[in-house]
Each structure stands twice: as structure tokens, then as C-alpha cells.
């Protein structure tokens, strides 16, 4: 066999057979991330609230709490706190639990579960990517496209064994968006945009603004060519059909209520009447170009000026909190920070792919100019990655949307430039300049720029924060609150009650989600406010004794608003006569006091 023999036989191996390699690949990469982080598996070392919080939501529904029940009853004691999430994400790790826990027992069944959950929407992820890449690029296209994905550090962060939140699934929803786009079978394309759109906002609606861009494309393409009807009708179908199926088996009891931070009556009205109204003007379907556009227009319109009307409340803030709930808490929260304010070690990465894949998008675009379907779709996907770019200047959380997007686009110029240089005749320039353009076109040199380019400040303030919330987070500090205390409510940080109810059998006060106003006001009242405020507040809850973690990023808080205020008093090592000690050992991170009401 011939060298140009072998190479076209592994090409078409891999065009052929692509969905077996793909599924393999991720194999590989999946029992490669378990195998290197097993420690942080084996020790349940959720480094997320919301990761922790995931946990207990499973938890409390295989020990028998309602379906529609999701208020977390350990925290904000005895009411509970409100979890504005629905039970859909929820379902693949609860099923790991129950199929390992015969062999290995409970605690080690969620550790295996937390560490496998993430990992299956990566394989959902990265079959969508290469059915994209497939559609849109090359039929062997696809391992380039997966290389891509794995350099995407924003996005992979996503998929790691323990991030068991749902942003992993979200991200998988898109990634079918995408596919869904990219389908040259106008129907069929259009149900996997609506079910995915459905899905993503049946998890929640961190990535609405997609779905509505998704609509949005789907609806253009059909007033430029009036024979993608079907696609858009398909589209409408699936988006109602699959919004009122969602909300109908997973919205919570809470989430019936006219709210505007979940799939709620609010927003399901909105994927109904889109859904009603698009499938409708696809009846009409005029032979006008201009008649479709202002069909769209009007349907639009309707929308939005109903959506306006019925649901003023959700023009604002969608969490529904207060100006001073916002400035105490949310806008500390840091992916909720546009990309220009964090350092440049950590925007450089996430800001470089969106740009190399809206200008692969554009070159794939002009190329393709002849086939309309194809002309289309990467129209629709550099849209759509110009958007998420756009959208870190926002929040640098859209930074995994962002650069999910742009991996069709760097791998249609990956495949258009590295062949060039693999064809010239100079072996160092077929080595050197395949191997460069690679990295370049791949976003893959961004890694080296950080290493070698020092930009940031060193700042030593933050190293001590960072250290201070892992050993406070840590299963070997946490299992010191285990041994040393009956099960009792703990008066801690907001930021530390969702750790503290998985890694112990005690109660905490607050955790950070924005129903919960009350107890996070509390909780940052009791610490910024003067010492005689705090036991009422404390006993309110029902509380039996103080957990602080010196230094630990939310402290930073206190004691920068209210530097004389009860945790400052403390950090200077003033404590009231009320406050009895709890011995716990030298190295413990913590500081733990027993609250005595009747001094």
C-alpha cells in the first residue's frame, strides 16, 4: 500500500466510521480525566456551590422529598431555601447512584456518579460538533474539531469529573443548536433546534439569549428562501411542544409562579406563542420575499410587545432582587463580570477562538457561496459566534458558549491552511508552518502567550483568599465540624452553607441563590453589623453556634463594607461574652464559637 494508499483509506475510515472513533475518543478522554483527578473525585471535592448544591438536590430526592419539591430544607432553617432549578439534570446522576450503590455502597456511588455525570454530556458535545464539522466542512473533519474542543478551556471546564451543575448539559444543548443548524434536511434540522432550545430552557435559562438567537436565525433563513418553511415549522412545533412537556415534568412547585429566572409561566408563554405564531406565518407562507419578512416582523412584534405587557416585571433583572441585595451580593459574583475586568490570564484565553471563529465562519461562508444550505448555515454560525463575543463584554460567564461556537469556524481554517503547508515542497516549512498554523488557527497558543507573557500584577492578597476557601471546602477540614459537634445549625458564610451540608450532618443558614434574599441579607447584616445585632438574627434561625473562615473571598466583603462591623471586631480578635470557644485542632481553618442567648 502506497502512502497516498494509506492516507485515503484512514480518511475514509474515519468519514466512514466516524461515530464509533468519536465515541472511543471520548472514552479515551473521559476514564483519562477520571484517572487524573481521582483524588479530587475519591474525596468528593465539589469545588462549586452550586456543584455542592446539585448533590444535596439528588440526595433529598432518593430519600423520598417530592419530585416537585426542590427547597433545600438544611439551609434557612426550618423553612428551607427555594432552588430555582428544575429536576431534569438531576436524572443521570441519581440513575449512576442507584446502579453502583449494590456493588460499592452509598458514599462511594456519589463519588463515582459526581465523577462520571459531567462527563456524559461531553460525549453528547462532541458527537453534535463533529455532525456539524461533518455537514459543513469535510466528512473526516470531525477529530480536528474535537482537538479544538479539548483546548477550549472555558468550555472543557464545564465537563470535568465533579462539575455535576448543569452547564455542562446546557453546553450540550447548543452544541445539538449548532447541528441542528447545520442540517441540509430543513425538518429535521428544525426539530433538533426546537428540542434543544426546549431542553436548555427546561435546565434553566442561562443561555436564553442562544435560543433566542437560534429562533431568530431559523426565522431569517425562511424570509430569505421561502423553502425552508419546514424547518421553521418544525422548529415552532418543537419549541412549544417541547417547552410545555418540560415545564409540565420537571418545573417545580415554585417555579408555577409568574417568575422570570426559570422556565415559568412567564417564559413558557413565550416558547408556546412563538412557537403558534411562526408555525402560522409558515401556513401563509408568501412567495415575497419583503411579504415574509414583514410576516416576521409582525410575529415578532407580538412577542415581544405581549411578552412586554403581561410580564413587566421581567424587563429588569430577571433574578427579581433588590438594589441592595445586587450591590451587597450579586455584583461581587465574578463570571458575572465582563471580560475587560478580569485579568489577562484569564480573558486572553476565552477572548482569542470566538475571534478566530467568526473569521473562519466568514472565509467557509465565501466559499461556500455557491451552495445555499451551506451558504446559510455558517452565515448563521458566524452570527451566532459574533454574538457570544459579543456577550463577554457583558459577563465573561458566556466565555464556554462562546468558544463551543467558534469551534466550526477554527476548524474550517485549519482545514483549509494546514494542507496547504503539508503540500509544499520544503520539509520545514511542511513542518514548521503546519505545526504553527495549527496552533495559531486552533487557539491552541494562547496557553504559551499566558505562560510566557506576564501581564497581571502579581497579587499576594488573592493567593491567601484562594488557599483560605480550599482548606475551608476541604473534606479534611469539613470532617473536623463532622467529629466535634452533635448535629446542629451552624451561623456561617453564604458561600460556605452548601459544602457544609454535604460534608456534615449539620444545618447552615444561607446559600447563594437570589430567592433566597432574606437569608443572604441576614447573613451579610449579622457579619457587617454591630455585635448586639447578630443574635437576633442568629437566633431567628434557630442557630447554636458561629463557623467563620478567616480570609475566605466573602470575609473580603465584610470587612471592606463595615471594617468596625461584627466580623471585623472578630478578625481583631474582639468576641463578645456570649461567644463561647470550641476547641478544634491548631491547623483547623476555621473558628467556631458556641452562641449563648443568656448572657
Same mark, same amino acid.
Given at each position: 500500500?502506497?502512502?497516498?494508499?494509506?492516507?485515503?483509506?484512514?480518511?475514509?475510515?474515519?468519514?466512514?466510521?466516524?461515530?464509533?472513533?468519536?465515541?472511543?475518543?471520548?472514552?479515551?478522554?473521559?476514564?483519562?480525566?477520571?484517572?487524573?483527578?481521582?483524588?479530587?473525585?475519591?474525596?468528593?471535592?465539589?469545588?462549586?456551590?452550586?456543584?455542592?448544591?446539585?448533590?444535596?438536590?439528588?440526595?433529598?430526592?432518593?430519600?423520598?422529598?417530592?419530585?416537585?419539591?426542590?427547597?433545600?430544607?438544611?439551609?434557612?432553617?426550618?423553612?428551607?431555601?427555594?432552588?430555582?432549578?428544575?429536576?431534569?439534570?438531576?436524572?443521570?446522576?441519581?440513575?449512576?447512584?442507584?446502579?453502583?450503590?449494590?456493588?460499592?455502597?452509598?458514599?462511594?456511588?456519589?463519588?463515582?456518579?459526581?465523577?462520571?455525570?459531567?462527563?456524559?454530556?461531553?460525549?453528547?458535545?462532541?458527537?453534535?460538533?463533529?455532525?456539524?464539522?461533518?455537514?459543513?466542512?469535510?466528512?473526516?473533519?470531525?477529530?480536528?474539531?474535537?482537538?479544538?474542543?479539548?483546548?477550549?478551556?472555558?468550555?472543557?471546564?464545564?465537563?470535568?469529573?465533579?462539575?455535576?451543575?448543569?452547564?455542562?448539559?446546557?453546553?450540550?444543548?447548543?452544541?445539538?443548536?449548532?447541528?441542528?443548524?447545520?442540517?441540509?434536511?430543513?425538518?429535521?434540522?428544525?426539530?433538533?433546534?426546537?428540542?434543544?432550545?426546549?431542553?436548555?430552557?427546561?435546565?434553566?435559562?442561562?443561555?436564553?439569549?442562544?435560543?433566542?438567537?437560534?429562533?431568530?436565525?431559523?426565522?431569517?433563513?425562511?424570509?430569505?428562501?421561502?423553502?425552508?418553511?419546514?424547518?421553521?415549522?418544525?422548529?415552532?412545533?418543537?419549541?412549544?411542544?417541547?417547552?410545555?412537556?418540560?415545564?409540565?415534568?420537571?418545573?417545580?412547585?415554585?417555579?408555577?409562579?409568574?417568575?422570570?429566572?426559570?422556565?415559568?409561566?412567564?417564559?413558557?408563554?413565550?416558547?408556546?406563542?412563538?412557537?403558534?405564531?411562526?408555525?402560522?406565518?409558515?401556513?401563509?407562507?408568501?412567495?415575497?420575499?419583503?411579504?415574509? #419578512?414583514?410576516?416576521?416582523? *409582525?410575529? &415578532? @412584534? =407580538?412577542? %415581544?410587545?405581549?411578552? +412586554?405587557?403581561?410580564?413587566?416585571?421581567? /424587563? $429588569?433583572?430577571?433574578?427579581?432582587?433588590?438594589?441592595?441585595?445586587?450591590?451587597?451580593?450579586?455584583?461581587?459574583?465574578?463570571?458575572?463580570?465582563?471580560?475587560?475586568?478580569?485579568?489577562?490570564?484569564?480573558?486572553?484565553?476565552?477572548?482569542? #477562538?470566538?475571534?478566530?471563529? *467568526?473569521? &473562519? @465562519? =466568514?472565509? %467557509?461562508?465565501?466559499? +461556500?457561496?455557491?451552495?445555499?444550505?451551506? /451558504? $446559510?448555515?455558517?452565515?448563521?454560525?458566524?452570527?451566532?459566534?459574533?454574538?457570544?463575543?459579543?456577550?463577554?463584554?457583558?459577563?465573561?460567564?458566556?466565555?464556554?458558549?462562546?468558544?463551543?461556537?467558534?469551534?466550526?469556524?477554527?476548524?474550517? #481554517?485549519?482545514?483549509?491552511? *494546514?494542507?496547504?503547508?503539508?503540500?509544499?515542497?520544503?520539509? +520545514?516549512?511542511?513542518?514548521?508552518?503546519?505545526?504553527?498554523?495549527?496552533?495559531?488557527?486552533?487557539?491552541?497558543?494562547?496557553?504559551?502567550?499566558?505562560?510566557?507573557?506576564?501581564?497581571?500584577?502579581?497579587?499576594?492578597?488573592?493567593?491567601?483568599?484562594?488557599?483560605?476557601?480550599?482548606?475551608?471546602?476541604?473534606?479534611?477540614?469539613?470532617?473536623?465540624?463532622?467529629?466535634?459537634?452533635?448535629?446542629?445549625?451552624?451561623?456561617?458564610?453564604?458561600?460556605?452553607?452548601?459544602?457544609?451540608?454535604?460534608?456534615?450532618?449539620?444545618?447552615?443558614?444561607?446559600?447563594?441563590?437570589?430567592?433566597?434574599?432574606?437569608?443572604?441579607?441576614?447573613?451579610?447584616?449579622?457579619?457587617?453589623?454591630?455585635?448586639?445585632?447578630?443574635?437576633?438574627?442568629?437566633?431567628?434561625?434557630?442557630?447554636?453556634?458561629?463557623?467563620?473562615?478567616?480570609?475566605?473571598?466573602?470575609?473580603?466583603?465584610?470587612?471592606?463594607?463595615?471594617?468596625?462591623?461584627?466580623?471585623?471586631?472578630?478578625?481583631?480578635?474582639?468576641?463578645?461574652?456570649?461567644?463561647?470557644?470550641?476547641?478544634?485542632?491548631?491547623?483547623?481553618?476555621?473558628?467556631?464559637?458556641?452562641?449563648?442567648?443568656?448572657?
Amino acid at each position: 500500500m502506497t502512502k497516498a494508499e494509506g492516507g485515503f483509506e484512514l480518511e475514509r475510515e474515519l468519514s466512514v466510521h466516524w461515530l464509533r472513533w468519536t465515541l472511543l475518543a471520548w472514552a479515551a478522554i473521559a476514564a483519562w480525566f477520571l484517572w487524573d483527578r481521582w483524588g479530587q473525585v475519591n474525596a468528593l471535592a465539589l469545588g462549586d456551590t452550586d456543584d455542592n448544591m446539585r448533590l444535596m438536590q439528588v440526595r433529598a430526592l432518593l430519600d423520598g422529598q417530592g419530585w416537585y419539591d426542590l427547597r433545600q430544607y438544611r439551609l434557612s432553617p426550618p423553612g428551607g431555601l427555594d432552588i430555582h432549578w428544575s429536576r431534569l439534570v438531576d436524572l443521570p446522576i441519581a440513575a449512576l447512584i442507584l446502579i453502583f450503590k449494590p456493588f460499592v455502597g452509598t458514599p462511594m456511588a456519589e463519588r463515582l456518579a459526581c465523577g462520571i455525570a459531567p462527563l456524559l454530556p461531553l460525549a453528547v458535545t462532541m458527537g453534535a460538533l463533529s455532525v456539524t464539522v461533518r455537514r459543513l466542512v469535510a466528512p473526516a473533519a470531525w477529530p480536528i474539531a474535537a482537538i479544538i474542543l479539548l483546548g477550549c478551556g472555558s468550555t472543557m471546564l464545564m465537563f470535568m469529573p465533579l462539575r455535576i451543575d448543569h452547564h455542562g448539559w446546557q453546553l450540550a444543548c447548543l452544541a445539538l443548536t449548532l447541528a441542528g443548524i447545520a442540517d441540509p434536511r430543513g425538518a429535521r434540522g428544525g426539530l433538533t433546534v426546537g428540542l434543544s432550545s426546549a431542553a436548555s430552557l427546561t435546565i434553566g435559562l442561562e443561555l436564553l439569549p442562544y435560543c433566542a438567537i437560534a429562533g431568530a436565525i431559523v426565522t431569517l433563513r425562511w424570509v430569505w428562501d421561502g423553502g425552508e418553511v419546514r424547518r421553521m415549522q418544525a422548529y415552532a412545533l418543537a419549541l412549544a411542544g417541547g417547552g410545555t412537556l418540560g415545564f409540565a415534568l420537571f418545573a417545580s412547585n415554585a417555579n408555577h409562579a409568574m417568575r422570570c429566572d426559570a422556565l415559568t409561566p412567564a417564559w413558557l408563554s413565550v416558547t408556546i406563542a412563538a412557537g403558534v405564531l411562526l408555525f402560522a406565518v409558515g401556513l401563509l407562507n408568501p412567495a415575497n420575499r419583503m411579504a415574509r #419578512l414583514g410576516l416576521a416582523a *409582525v410575529a &415578532g @412584534a =407580538a412577542i %415581544a410587545g405581549g411578552f +412586554a405587557a403581561l410580564f413587566p416585571q421581567c /424587563l $429588569s433583572r430577571p433574578e427579581g432582587v433588590s438594589d441592595e441585595l445586587y450591590d451587597i451580593w450579586l455584583s461581587n459574583v465574578r463570571e458575572a463580570r465582563p471580560i475587560y475586568r478580569h485579568s489577562f490570564a484569564m480573558g486572553f484565553p476565552v477572548a482569542v #477562538l470566538p475571534v478566530i471563529g *467568526v473569521i &473562519g @465562519a =466568514a472565509v %467557509a461562508a465565501w466559499r +461556500a457561496r455557491a451552495s445555499a444550505v451551506q /451558504l $446559510s448555515s455558517w452565515i448563521a454560525i458566524g452570527l451566532f459566534t459574533a454574538f457570544a463575543g459579543a456577550m463577554l463584554l457583558w459577563q465573561i460567564r458566556a466565555g464556554p458558549a462562546a468558544q463551543l461556537l467558534a469551534v466550526p469556524g477554527a476548524t474550517a #481554517l485549519v482545514w483549509l491552511v *494546514v494542507p496547504w503547508f503539508l503540500n509544499q515542497k520544503h520539509m +520545514a516549512v511542511r513542518v514548521l508552518g503546519a505545526v504553527a498554523a495549527f496552533l495559531l488557527l486552533s487557539g491552541l497558543f494562547t496557553g504559551f502567550v499566558v505562560k510566557y507573557v506576564k501581564v497581571d500584577k502579581p497579587q499576594k492578597a488573592r493567593n491567601v483568599v484562594a488557599r483560605a476557601n480550599a482548606r475551608c471546602a476541604s473534606a479534611a477540614g469539613m470532617s473536623l465540624l463532622d467529629r466535634s459537634l452533635p448535629p446542629s445549625t451552624l451561623f456561617t458564610h453564604v458561600d460556605l452553607g452548601p459544602r457544609l451540608i454535604v460534608m456534615t450532618h449539620h444545618k447552615g443558614i444561607a446559600g447563594p441563590y437570589h430567592r433566597n434574599e432574606r437569608a443572604i441579607l441576614d447573613v451579610h447584616h449579622a457579619f457587617t453589623g454591630s455585635p448586639a445585632a447578630f443574635r437576633p438574627i442568629a437566633q431567628r434561625y434557630g442557630a447554636q453556634y458561629l463557623l467563620v473562615c478567616p480570609n475566605m473571598a466573602e470575609t473580603t466583603i465584610y470587612r471592606s463594607r463595615a471594617p468596625n462591623g461584627f466580623y471585623g471586631q472578630l478578625a481583631k480578635g474582639q468576641v463578645p461574652a456570649w461567644l463561647d470557644p470550641v476547641r478544634l485542632p491548631a491547623k483547623a481553618p476555621y473558628r467556631l464559637w458556641r452562641i449563648r442567648y443568656d448572657r
